[in-house]
């Protein structure tokens, strides 16, 4: 006896996002994934210079930890450009994400209380940045990474402008 979907109004209805992030964004999320797989790497690595006792096993263990991390290195990035999307209508902020277990948020922009741009260091090497969306949900802000640096002000500037206009406290 809930509500149904078709009962929601269609700013409220969950459905997937038009947009897809920036091709670059591939790019961005392998350098960050390389940095974070110099650690495994480097430790194996450090085990063989250190201790020359154990040849088999730490040939075995860099050879599983390379392969791990080339995998890791081509299928997570274009994953997630496939999965990650947004859009922004007069109505709602729209985002999906997700890797194993995928999201879908729906943020109405009468429940929209901030809009902030962040550009971190690859970010910025490549062009791109991330938007986020804060409403008064207890799921948290929506995040959209992987956005060309020129949309990510657009769409503070435009969000800006359109919860201007909404009247209330966005709670």
Do not use: C, K
């Not at 450090?46 to 995998?71: E, H, I, K, T, Y």
Request: charged content about 20%.
């Amino acid at each position: 006896m809930g509500t149904e979907l078709t009962d929601l109004p269609p700013e409220a209805r969950p459905r997937r996002p038009a947009h897809l992030v920036s091709r670059r964004a591939r790019v961005v999320w392998r350098v960050a994934a390389l940095l974070t797989w110099i650690w495994p790497i480097g430790g194996v690595v450090g085990w063989m210079w250190f201790d020359d006792g154990n040849r088999s096993w730490q040939w075995l263990a860099l050879g599983v930890v390379l392969v791990l991390a080339a995998v890791y290195l081509v299928v997570v990035p274009e994953w997630r450009f496939r999965v990650h999307r947004w859009e922004v209508t007069d109505d709602a902020v729209y985002t999906q994400s997700g890797w194993i277990s995928q999201e879908r948020r729906v943020a109405p922009i009468s429940r929209i209380q901030t809009v902030d741009s962040e550009f971190g260091p690859i970010e910025r090497l490549f062009g791109l940045g991330t938007l986020t969306v804060t409403t008064a949900s207890a799921a948290g802000a929506l995040r959209v990474a992987g956005l060309e640096r020129a949309t990510v002000d657009e769409l503070v500037e435009e969000l800006t402008r359109i919860t201007s206009q909404v009247r209330g406290d966005a709670t």
